[in-house]
């Protein structure tokens, strides 16, 4: 069973996969809170065009293990030195078993290729697999976590690729969270 990581585009019939299970997982996961779940996730899925995911300012990557599809992610541009992480994913009966932590790295070496120094993020708040995984792999939190996860809706996580143990880099990135807050 080997697992290589392919450099695509959401548009690759590869990805459909990838992109109906997202949608799937966000709907379900947040139905409750959605009356119309599965087209507020298919706007959310839809709302940034293919296009902002490839290079030179984005990138898009997927997980094949012996010709399907497990995992993948993708980054765009969230300014001159900070890219930002969506739609990390893996196959739901594929999970703990790494292959999230291998889409986050892959991500973050084009990052630095690509001249960013900086990722940062938002995951929902009934996605605690997700916040598990970004505590994991270095991603400090821009929220405060003492606070109910459903209170902030979208937890922000920031990492500094130069320096991941130095978080005062990303303090503009929490500013940026408290504005959002306010609005």
């Given at each position: 069973m080997s697992t290589i990581v392919v450099d695509t585009t959401p548009h690759d019939p590869r990805a459909k996969p990838l992109l109906d299970a997202l949608l799937f997982e966000y709907a379900s996961r947040y139905e409750e809170y959605r009356k119309?779940?599965?087209a507020a996730a298919a706007q959310e899925m839809a709302r940034y065009p293919a296009e902002l995911f490839a290079p030179p300012h984005g990138a898009f990557v997927l997980?094949?293990?012996d010709g399907e599809t497990v995992g993948g992610g993708a980054f765009k541009r969230y300014d001159a030195r900070t890219a930002e992480l969506k739609r990390i994913w893996t196959r739901d009966d594929l999970r703990r078993q790494g292959l999230a932590r291998q889409v986050v790295e892959a991500l973050e070496e084009r990052a630095l290729s690509q001249g960013y120094t900086r990722i940062y993020l938002t995951t929902g708040f009934k996605q605690p697999e997700a916040w598990a995984l970004y505590e994991r792999t270095g991603y400090a939190s821009l929220f405060d976590p003492a606070l109910p996860p459903e209170v902030h809706v979208q937890l922000r996580y920031g990492k500094d690729l130069l320096a991941p143990q130095r978080i005062d880099t990303l303090d503009d990135l929490r500013a940026?969270?408290?504005?959002?807050?306010?609005?």
């Open positions: 119309d779940g599965g997980l094949i293990r940026q969270d408290a504005t959002l807050a306010a609005r």
